[in-house]
């Protein structure tokens, strides 16, 4: 089958005051027709980035793509104007965001919001408009539609506010989602109907997803495949059966072992992976794990490994094979 | 929303009543009086029969107090000075100041929120640096040098523009007279509301629902000045609401050396002639322009900000 997405030796550089600082470096994954594919990894590991330059939203944010292409359905977004880029978004690509309770405009009613992303999309009377919007709200599992519609933003919940996100994503039928954290904010109760919601749609509407979370439990609820993400480098890739039954790379396998067990005794503390995620402007020589690393050695700390291409999987470490074989007594 | 403007009307009427009594205290403790700007020749009985005739020699509270009553009933009493009714000659004064005050809002509400825009969305550009240099220049020339400077070129220099009045005659007469006075104030009121809606701009675009609206695909004009502005004005609307009744009570300077027959040197001239009774006039009219302003900037601000329903 032919991808749908298709990111290539992507890096992105943020404009700071000294200069630029590269947020990501050199990624390249696929996302294919109908499936999920989940990018997790620890906050500022570049996973929201990733999600902002194949929108090309970057540019607003002091962004911009240094290198690398983004096809998707064979056009380059990269070299898209921003007009181009325009008539993608919300069309072709749509993306909810972390923040539902800030990202919908206070000023205007549900209604106003949804129906702006139709017709700006599609040439349809604003009649036709505002019974798709309605229909919308209804497939997200909104009750009352037509108090809903003339309703503003702090008007709903959180989980209400995610929900009318959704819908406006789906406004155009898209092929494919981002979802950039988008239970991150909620409580956990309305995060599985959040879930449950986007595996539904889904299968509905025959699109592909892009999830972006640090949870990996999230992850093994609806991931068809996973990327992890390390300190703006993809550091492993394989299907939600490979990365969970048998992690390669130590940073995986630390953010597995870091899922709370629910049958474990409660006074076992939980693990976590030693120290912090380094600052991009000080990344360590070689590869990028290794001050975190139980499995550092000498070459760790030399060279920064590539990603290894093996049985339908891929790892960035010079120890996999230690890694494999080291069983984690899950 | 009535019980809003009940609310309202009480805190209102407090206020006028407080505003009231402070002038005429402050007014009646400064020297000299009516009497005492007399012809020179008069004698002391006659200063005396003015002030008796006039009801000056009561104590300031029971003057106060009658004050109050009359007003009460609408009458504001008869200037010391001229001898006509306040009202009347307020409201010979009243249009001047307002045909000014419109003028001045208008320009600058369409070019400072229009600048302000451009300024914020071209940050750090020459743009935006013209645009905030302009900003501080209008703020920190003095008007009536600005007014001196411009009566030079245009009036005397080029006599494209007349000195002072408000022009006789044809309306082309008088917009001609409005110009300098108008430009003078909007060198005040348009570098206020650049930068309000500079500021608010610049931090509404970096919100997480502008990054959103783009997400949707819609046009970039929309995103600035639909869903942007929208939220950006809701500040602006509060500064433009303290700076209509600041301009409806007169620009003294302006007025005094355009002899533009307004509010501003009415206010001059009655504090001059200690006329009393016009101050007083003048004060309680200024006051309800102020409550008024800000009740109908707080009903705006309920349409344009929807979070904003429990009024008061």
């Known amino acids: 089958m032919k991808e749908l997405l298709r990111v290539e030796n992507l890096s992105v550089d943020f404009q700071k005051e000294k200069g630029f600082i590269r947020a990501i470096d050199n990624i390249s994954f696929e996302v294919y027709p109908g499936e999920t594919v989940c990018i997790v990894g620890e906050s500022g590991s570049g996973k929201s980035v990733t999600s902002l330059s194949i929108m090309r939203l970057l540019e607003y944010e002091n962004g911009k793509i240094a290198n690398g292409e983004i096809l998707f359905n064979d056009q380059n977004l990269v070299e898209m104007s921003q007009e181009q880029m325009r008539q993608v978004r919300g069309n072709d690509i749509s993306i909810i965001f972390q923040e539902p309770m800030t990202a919908l405009n206070p000023v205007f009613t549900i209604g106003k919001q949804l129906i702006e992303s139709i017709v700006s999309h ?8 505002w019974e798709q919007a309605c229909e919308l709200l209804a497939l997200v599992g909104i009750n009352d539609v037509n108090v809903r519609m003339k309703q503003y933003p702090h008007e709903l919940s959180g989980g209400m506010r995610q929900r009318v996100m959704i819908a406006i994503a789906l406004a155009c039928n898209p092929k494919l ?19 449950t919601l986007l595996n539904d749609l889904k299968n509905k509407v025959h699109m592909s997803i892009v999830l972006i979370t640090h949870d990996m439990g999230v992850a093994a609820e609806v991931a068809d ?80 490994p590539d990603l290894v291409v093996g049985n339908n999987r891929k790892v960035a470490c010079w120890n996999f094979e230690r890694v494999i074989n080291d069983k984690v007594e899950q | ?181 108008v430009v003078i104030l ?82 001059v001239e009655a504090a001059q002639s200690r006329d009393y009774n016009l101050v007083m006039g003048v004060t309680v009219i200024v006051t309800v322009l102020v409550v008024v302003c800000n009740f109908i900037v707080d009903i705006i601000y309920s349409k344009v900000d929807p979070r904003v329903k429990n009024m008061g």
């Not at chain 1, 599609?122 to 408009?129: G, L, M």
């Not at chain 2, 009427?13 to 009516?34: E, R």
């Not at chain 2, 044809?170 to 110009?179: V, Y």
């Not at chain 2, 500064?239 to 007025?255: F, M, Q, T, W």
Request: with cysteine; glycine share 8%.
């Open chain 1, 122 to 129: 599609k040439h349809v009377p604003k009649k036709v408009a």
């Open chain 1, 225 to 304: 495949r996973i990327v992890v993400m390390y300190a703006g480098k993809i550091v492993e890739q394989g299907t939600v059966y490979q990365i969970f039954d048998e992690p390669t790379h130590p940073y995986t396998k630390g953010l597995l072992q870091s899922i709370p067990n629910e049958s474990g005794p409660r006074e076992e503390r939980l693990y976590s992976i030693k120290g912090n995620i380094p600052s991009l402007s000080q990344l360590p020589a070689g590869c990028r794990f290794h001050p975190r690393c139980e499995y550092a050695t000498e070459q760790c700390k030399k060279s920064e």
């Open chain 2, 1 to 181: 929303m009535l019980q809003f403007a009940i609310k309202r009307l009480g805190q209102s009427i407090v206020l006028i009543l407080i505003v009231t009594m402070i002038t005429f205290f402050l007014m009646n403790l400064a020297p000299g009086g009516p009497s005492s700007m007399m012809r020179m020749d008069a004698t002391e009985e006659e200063r005396a029969a003015i002030s008796e005739q006039l009801g000056l020699d009561d104590p300031i509270p029971i003057r106060y107090g009658k004050w109050l009553i009359d007003a009460m009933q609408g009458d504001l009493g008869l200037s010391l000075s001229s001898g006509q009714e306040v009202t009347d000659r307020i409201l010979e004064r009243f249009p001047f100041t307002l045909q000014l005050t419109m003028w001045t809002i208008v320009l600058s509400i369409i070019f400072g929120v229009l600048f302000g825009i451009i300024s914020a969305t071209n940050r750090n550009t020459w743009k935006d640096h013209t645009i905030n240099f302009g900003s501080v220049i209008g703020l920190s020339v003095p008007s009536f040098w600005l007014a001196i400077m411009m009566i030079l070129l245009f009036s005397v220099q080029l006599k494209w523009l007349p000195s002072s009045g408000v022009g006789e005659g044809s309306l082309l007469d008088q917009f001609k007279a409005s110009i300098m006075p």
């Open chain 1, 177 to 195: 989602l981002i979802a950039d954290e988008p239970t991150t904010a909620l409580d956990v109760t309305i995060e599985s109907q959040i879930l």
């Open chain 2, 186 to 267: 909007s060198t005040a009121t348009l570098p206020t509301i650049v930068r309000f809606t500079r500021s608010s701009m610049l931090e509404v675009i970096t919100q997480n629902y502008i990054r959103t609206s783009r997400a949707k695909g819609i046009k970039e004009r929309t995103v600035i000045y639909s869903h942007a502005l929208r939220n950006a004005l809701i500040p602006v609307i509060s500064i433009i609401g303290v700076l209509i009744p600041r301009l409806l009570s007169g620009a003294v300077i302006v007025e005094s050396v355009f002899g533009w027959p307004g509010m501003g040197r009415l206010i």
